[in-house]
């Protein structure tokens, strides 16, 4: 009866919520229906509309996320229905070309089924991110990416196989009903790679650095009116520090700042050199992003696209939580408006936990 009473509590609060923003009538019937559907079986189902808007409110309720101010335009992919592994696969696939149809990024999420219920097969996700690329320990060197050597062993143990190279797309690790893990890869001509080259220095396009457009969280679950989607992956785009900075740049992970420090001529004594490397870097994948067509931003347009984001909050009533540990960029942080403010972090429903 408690699971019951709290399941009820957070469903009116999304349901009268959604009525609320979205100027609807008609909340009053619509909760009738709902209460009826929990007594009698102890879920409910949302309607695509309701799906949709608690899509965009889990966006919104993000409190890592930068990007916030486009919430209103995620697109929404209604897959509740699927069943069968062979429809999972295409349904992900879809989900890139779907992010992919215009000339810029469209930030999309797909839904799978709902815990407890009979819409369809429940559906989990093992990989932090869609497209991953692998890493491998080769005795005392790293070939590829050290943050995934754990899951690319895992991997090997399912049976897949990569090619042992830097760039290596690790397979997407799933179950289905709670059954035995099982992988499939995506097909490489259905992920868009940006190969990262310098328009000043010709020399970088020989250190054969490559990123994936598409940052597609996929093991988070989506929580919408105490609805939970244990499969509910979702993209924006990248932030340009994410690649630079984290992905290429941290010592944990790709280490290319020495490499790019010896070919401009740097000296390694000076204290300033890391942050010469990082600028190349930095330009390199910009550009590079921009030359292919693909959504990137920069820290200080996030951060401006953020502030705005939370003057529109302001005008309707409502306060912005976030992780200010997140939030800020990793360089030139105090340059940005974000250094200077304070928000809470508390979480709000709907969210992704």
């Known amino acids: 009866m408690e699971k019951r009473d709290t399941l009820r509590s957070e469903a009116k609060a999304f349901i009268h919520q959604y009525y609320q923003e979205t100027e609807q009538s008609g909340f009053e019937h619509r909760w009738s229906e709902i209460e009826h559907q929990i007594q009698e079986t102890g879920t409910y189902t949302h309607f ?62 797909t839904v799978f089924a709902p815990l407890n219920s009979n819409q369809g097969s429940e559906f989990r996700i093992k990989n932090y991110t869609l497209l991953m690329y692998a890493g491998y320990e080769k005795g005392s060197k790293i070939i590829g990416d050290p943050k995934n050597i754990a899951f690319t062993k895992h991997c090997e143990s399912l049976g897949w196989k990569g090619d042992c190279s830097h760039f290596d797309l690790l397979p997407v690790v799933y179950s289905m009903n ?55 992956p979702f993209n924006g785009w990248y932030m ?39 600028t190349v870097l930095s330009e390199a994948v910009y550009f590079s992003f921009e030359a292919a067509h693909a959504t990137i931003v920069d820290r200080h347009s996030a951060v401006e696209q953020f502030m705005k984001f939370m003057g529109q909050e302001g005008q309707a009533g409502r306060d912005v939580t976030g992780d200010w540990s997140w939030l800020i960029p990793p360089n030139a942080s105090s340059t940005t408006a974000i250094f200077h403010t304070e928000m809470k972090d508390e979480l709000k429903f709907p969210n992704f936990v």
């Open 48 to 109: 695509y509309e309701e799906l949709d808007y608690g899509g965009k409110l889990a966006w919104r309720n993000s409190n890592r996320c930068v990007g916030r101010l486009f919430w209103k335009t995620l697109k929404t992919l209604d897959k509740r229905s699927v069943s069968t592994a062979s429809d999972f696969r295409e349904a992900l696939i879809q989900h890139i070309q779907t992010a992919e149809t215009r000339t810029k990024i469209r930030s999309t999420i």
């Open 240 to 278: 340009l520090d994410e690649i630079a900075t984290r992905n290429f740049g941290d010592e944990q992970r790709y280490n290319m700042l020495p490499t790019i420090a010896e070919q401009l001529g740097l000296d390694l004594t000076s204290p300033f050199w890391k942050e010469k490397a990082l």
């Open 178 to 232: 709670d059954g035995p893990e099982q992988w499939f890869e995506i097909p490489r001509n259905h992920v868009s790679e940006v190969d990262i080259h310098h328009p000043e220095y010709p020399w970088f396009a020989t250190l054969g650095l490559k990123w994936y457009k598409l940052p597609i969280i996929s093991f988070m679950s989506l929580n919408i009116g105490g609805i939970v989607y244990p499969a509910a």
